[in-house]
């Protein structure tokens, strides 16, 4: 996948990163140079030097070949404009920016851009770290209290099976990773300390299979 990223800091730089690790072709436009320098010598992607909301900087970038772009540099203004340039004038098919200000969210649905609200989402993630602790949030849906999480078992895991852990109409576990490997395990297949499970909760379910986590006798997610 071809993907040019608008904005080497440290958000761009950490994205730029995994999806070059997963293969993905990447190229990143910077006002910046010196920014390009922390990324070391294991990003086997190409740097832009440019305004990123510039038409020339972006056609340099690749953009005119690109799959997805994102426009991630630390100000919503410059992202709106890089996104519209993106869709309006190169048709790049997804396009999506990073947004800091939560009062922008509406103007952006208005104009019908897709975005990222980060500090949103940092919020949650530090509501749910304060809240339950027991578990590592990944992702809230916008209605309701349904949240997928993941969390560490501990020694009160053993002997005990997936459906033990589950409880009806509040947890679901959805994968187990065990010793470097993930499985989609059926209700009767067992649980082992150190297991890592991702899984569909609502909150407050915490309380209810505190029993299995490791916070109990050992080190927390």
Do not use: C, W
């Not at 772009?69 to 404009?81: E, H, I, Q, Y």
């Not at 109990?216 to 997610?221: P, T």
């Amino acid at each position: 996948m071809r993907v040019v990223i608008a904005g080497s800091g440290r958000v761009g730089r950490e994205v730029a990163q995994v999806l070059s690790a997963l293969g993905d072709d990447v190229s990143l436009l910077d006002e910046s140079e010196e920014s390009f320098e922390l990324l070391g010598r294991t990003f086997d992607g190409t740097f832009h030097v440019g305004v990123t909301y510039d038409v020339d900087a972006l056609r340099t970038a690749g953009i005119e070949e690109a799959d997805v772009f994102l426009a991630l540099t630390p100000s919503d203004n410059a992202n709106l404009m890089a996104v519209q340039l993106a869709e309006r004038v190169f048709g790049v098919p997804r396009a999506i920016a990073r947004l800091d200000d939560p009062a922008r969210e509406a103007a952006y649905r208005a104009l019908a851009v897709d975005f990222v609200p980060t500090a949103r989402l940092v919020a949650r993630v530090l509501v749910e770290r304060v809240h339950e602790p027991e578990f590592t949030y990944h992702l809230e849906f916008p209605d309701g209290d349904v949240q997928v999480v993941e969390m560490v078992l501990g020694a009160g895991a053993a002997g005990h099976t997936v459906a033990d852990l589950e409880v009806a109409g509040e947890l679901r576990v959805a994968a187990v990773r065990r010793e470097g490997t993930v499985v989609i395990p059926g209700s009767a297949d067992l649980l082992q300390p150190g297991d890592l499970v991702a899984a569909a909760v609502r909150r407050g379910v915490a309380s209810r299979v505190r029993r299995f986590l490791a916070g109990e006798g050992g080190e927390g997610a």
